[in-house]
Structures are given as structure tokens and as C-alpha cells.
């Protein structure tokens, strides 16, 4: 997650343009009309929302909730036989890599705890997945591994294709302090590289300029937000709602900030963002950092000996019965187990991506209280560095033609942040975001996302 905010304490392109831009085809974006800005020579695209093994980006407290249902799942051992891991069940750092470490780790715990094994299938093998499963091995279970992709890493996905490391999901260690994530890096020969988020510049597509306008609208969000933090909300209360009240104008420069510092932050519009969202979880300490090198070797690291079989999907997970537990794969092949670690993301098991049967309708309703936001990425790599070097740069948008006057959640809130990620990549690359429904909401082609992001890039530097 990108953060303006330490991280929870974190024109007009052609179609021409876009799609060349998008397939890297040079000798294309040659004979393109010259823009003001240079091209970019390559782009990715993520889409976390329509990927059948993710349904989104991560979790997120929406109107009504409290952390208690982080907690619930988190304790809950179904019919001593299946226990939850995942970032959505910690409740200390939840959406995060850390968080879903810790939820594995703490998973493993449980079970050993409880002598519940000694054989144990876990079912994903993103982070917590294999945090869970590295624990159990080492105490002696018989732990296999099953992973409805054909790789390891869920959410941390390394992209390789242009010859350097460039991060689809997962791309910084928050809360460097306290993170054990730190020394997982350090073993992993990663590097890890700080964010100063206050090297930031404001532009609006408006003007073409840099904007006090919008630094004044992210400093007044962020100070509200701080003191959200450490109130205690009504949790049927939106943070939109609660903005508004404490003083937040309404203006197109306060809702930029919003949707940078809020909806990309959590991955849900303001509206929909319970109050209780930005109080939950513990203090992130000392800073975040980008990891260079290779996120997804960190996973790699933990998987190392592990029995997981990629490219089994689980259909069914019947939890109900004395003799054990019954692993249905999509294939109708059937694993047979002790005891279960259920590590796919909440927003699968609301899809019933496993069913799960013998499950208590309190514990089905905990799984249907936490939303998942959506957080999406356009990723440009150029021949040279064209942007200065500031870390982030914020873009106000509405500034473009095809973008509404009014500034409803349109094209004019998508790719309203860019980072600065040169260093980390080792070329000049930057990546722009876009959360909520914005993002959920974006063009359905690649190069149309791209041309999106380029147009914005070009209003603000004309
Ligand atoms: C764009 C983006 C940016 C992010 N940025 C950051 C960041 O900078 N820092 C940070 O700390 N966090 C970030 N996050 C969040 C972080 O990536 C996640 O919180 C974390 O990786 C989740 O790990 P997990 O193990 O809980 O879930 P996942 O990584 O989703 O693992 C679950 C696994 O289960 C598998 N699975 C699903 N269904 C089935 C099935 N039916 N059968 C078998 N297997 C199945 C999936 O394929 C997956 O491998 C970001 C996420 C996104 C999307």
C-alpha cells in the first residue's frame, strides 16, 4: 500500500498512444505525434480485482464493524479441526504482509497448542499460508501445502519480465521497528530502501503547476485523520461522515487528499470506510521501506522444503466430522487431514472459493462483516528520469477534458499519486495508484488504464 501518510503512520492520450505505450511497441511510440512528456518503453498493469484467487486487494473495516471481528476468526478453532490465517484475521496489523505472517505464525501456534495434527493440510500459500506451514514443520507435523495458483506468494507477486524485480502487489515492510519481516529480508539478501514520504510534490492537471492547494488539503487531512486515530467513533459512522463533520471542506482538493490518503490507503471510498478503520491495530514504528531484490523471495524463503502443490484449487472443506477433516480439491481428488489451516483470502471464503462445511453462523457472520478494498497500480518504465527526484508526486485531477466537472468518482481520481521508484527497481520506473471504486471502475483494457495515467502525468507537468 502506497502512504502519504507514513503508511498507517502508514489530455488526452490517443488510442494509438495507449496501446503502444502498453505492448512496449517502440517502433510505434516512434512514430506517435510528440508529446511534452517523454514515453514510456514498457507498462504493466495490475488487476487485483478480477483475479480469482485474490477478488481484491486486501481487507478493510467498512461502516459498522469493529476490529472484534479480526478477533473472533482469528480464536475460533472450527470443530477442533480448522483454524483461519490470513492478513484479514490480525488484528494488530491487518492488510499487511506482516499481518499475514504473524496470522500463520500464530495459526501454527494454536494448533501445536491444542495438539491438533499431527497431520495438517494449509490451503493457500500466500504469506500466511507458508508462515504456517514453515511453523508446523519445524514442530514435527505433517504439513502439505495447497495452492490454487501456479506459484507461491498470493499477494506478493514479483514481476520479472523486464529483466529487473518490479512488485504487482505487496511492495513495502511497514513499521520497520518491530516488523520480522526486517531480518526475513536481511536472509533473503533484499534490500530494503526507506520511503520519505514528505519528499512529495502537489500538481494540478488544472494548471499544470505545482499546487499549495492541494498540500494544504493533504496537511489539514492528515491532521484529522491523526486525531481520528485516537478517538474512539461511533463505528455506524463513515470517515466521510466523520471528515465532514470535524471540518473537512468539500472541494476538489480535499477530495483528492481523501482519495489518496483514505481510499488508496484502505482500499474503500470514504462512504463506505467504517470510522473504526483508521483506530484499529497497533502503532506502525519506525518508518516503511520498499524492498528492492524481490519481495516474493521472502515467501520463497519460508516455503523452502515444503510439500505445496500449485495449481490445486480446494472446492470444499467439510470440517464437520469425527474421523477427520476432507480436503475437496476442483479436480474431486480428496485430502484427508487432522487438522486444516485455512489461508485464503476473506473475500474467497464470502465466495464460498472454498465452501467451508460446519461452520456456526457466528463465525459466518465475522467472515461477511470485513469488506475488501481494491488498490490497483499502472507501472511505467522510461529510458530516463524525467520527474525530479521526489519520492511521490500527488496529481489533483479533473484538469482533463474527458474528465466530469463535477468530480464524481471518475477517471479524475484514478492515478492521483505517483512513487517514485527508480532506486528500488534500478531503472527509471514510476508507479501510479488508484483505490476503491475508482479503481473498480477503470477501463477494462490495459492500455486504456495507461493512457489514463499518462494523460495525468501529462496535464500536471505541461
Ligand atoms: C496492490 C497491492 C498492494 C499492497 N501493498 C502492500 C504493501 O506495500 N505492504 C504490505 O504489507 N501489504 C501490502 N498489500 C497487502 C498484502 O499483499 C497482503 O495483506 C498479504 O500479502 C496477504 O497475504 P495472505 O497470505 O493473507 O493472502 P494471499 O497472499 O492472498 O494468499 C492466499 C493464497 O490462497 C490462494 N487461494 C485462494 N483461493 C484458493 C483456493 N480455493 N484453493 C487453494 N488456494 C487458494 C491464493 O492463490 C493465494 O496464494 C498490498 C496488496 C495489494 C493487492
Not at 483528492?256 to 462512504?271: F, P
Not at 470510522?275 to 521472502?298: C, K, M, N, W
Amino acid at each position: 500500500m502506497p502512504s502519504p501518510l507514513s503508511r498507517r503512520n502508514f489530455l488526452g492520450a490517443t488510442t494509438l498512444f495507449a496501446t503502444a505505450i502498453a505492448t512496449g511497441n517502440k517502433s510505434a511510440i516512434a512514430k506517435l505525434p510528440r508529446a511534452s512528456l517523454p514515453n514510456p518503453t514498457a507498462s504493466l498493469v495490475t488487476r487485483w480485482d478480477t483475479d480469482r484467487w485474490s477478488l481484491g486487494a486486501y481487507s478493510a473495516l467498512p461502516v459498522g464493524a469493529t476490529a472484534s471481528v479480526r478477533k473472533t476468526l482469528a480464536r475460533a478453532i472450527i470443530n477442533n479441526r480448522l483454524v483461519f490465517a490470513g492478513e484479514y484475521t490480525d488484528p494488530e496489523y491487518p492488510a499487511t504482509v506482516q499481518g499475514a505472517l504473524r496470522s500463520g505464525q500464530r495459526a501454527a501456534r494454536t494448533l501445536i497448542a491444542n495438539g491438533l495434527g499431527p497431520k495438517v493440510i494449509v490451503i493457500g500459500a500466500g504469506m500466511a499460508g507458508v508462515s504456517a506451514a514453515h511453523d508446523l514443520a519445524i514442530s514435527g507435523a505433517q504439513v502439505v501445502v495447497v495452492e490454487a495458483r501456479d506459484r507461491i506468494g498470493g499477494r506478493v507477486h514479483t514481476n520479472t519480465s523486464w529483466g529487473v524485480s518490479v512488485e504487482m502487489g505487496a511492495a513495502w515492510v511497514h513499521a520497520l521497528k518491530t516488523n520480522p519481516l526486517v531480518p526475513l529480508a536481511q536472509q533473503a539478501q533484499l534490500k530494503l530502501i526507506p520511503s520519505d514520504y514528505d519528499n512529495k510534490s502537489f500538481r494540478d492537471t488544472k494548471t499544470g503547476r505545482p499546487s499549495p492547494s492541494a498540500e494544504r488539503a493533504s496537511n489539514q487531512l492528515v491532521s484529522l485523520l491523526s486525531q481520528l486515530e485516537n478517538s474512539w467513533p461511533n463505528p455506524s459512522t463513515s470517515v466521510a461522515s466523520w471528515l465532514r463533520q470535524h471540518g473537512l471542506p468539500a472541494n476538489r482538493f480535499s477530495t483528492w487528499a481523501v482519495e489518496t490518503g483514505v481510499v488508496q490507503e484502505y482500499g474503500l471510498d470514504a462512504t463506505k470506510l467504517g470510522a473504526r478503520a483508521p483506530t484499529e491495530g497497533s502503532d506502525f514504528l519506525g518508518g516503511d521501506a520498499f524492498v528492492a531484490g524481490g519481495y516474493q523471495h521472502i515467501p520463497e524463503l519460508l516455503a523452502t522444503n515444503l510439500d505445496i502443490r500449485l495449481s490445486s484449487p480446494v472446492a470444499n472443506v467439510d470440517a464437520s466430522q469425527p474421523s477427520g477433516v476432507y480436503v475437496r480439491l476442483e479436480s474431486d481428488a480428496v485430502l484427508t487431514a487432522d487438522a486444516v489451516v485455512m489461508a485464503v483470502p476473506v473475500s474467497l471464503l464470502q465466495a464460498q472459493s472454498p465452501s467451508i462445511t460446519g461452520l456456526s453462523k457466528a463465525i459466518q457472520a465475522a467472515i461477511g462483516g470485513i469488506a475488501t478494498g481494491n488498490l490497483e497500480k499502472v507501472i511505467l518504465r522510461y529510458d530516463k528520469q524525467w520527474w525530479g527526484q521526489e519520492t511521490v508526486i500527488g496529481i489533483v485531477g479533473g484538469g482533463l477534458p474527458a474528465q466530469s466537472s463535477n468530480f464524481a468518482p471518475n477517471s479524475a481520481l484514478r492515478w492521483t499519486e505517483f512513487y517514485n521508484v527508480t532506486d528500488v527497481v534500478g531503472a527509471p520506473t514510476l508507479v501510479g495508484f488508484s483505490g476503491g471504486s475508482a479503481a473498480r471502475k477503470r477501463p477494462k483494457s490495459d492500455s486504456a488504464c495507461v493512457a489514463e495515467a499518462l494523460g495525468m502525468l501529462q496535464a500536471a507537468f505541461r
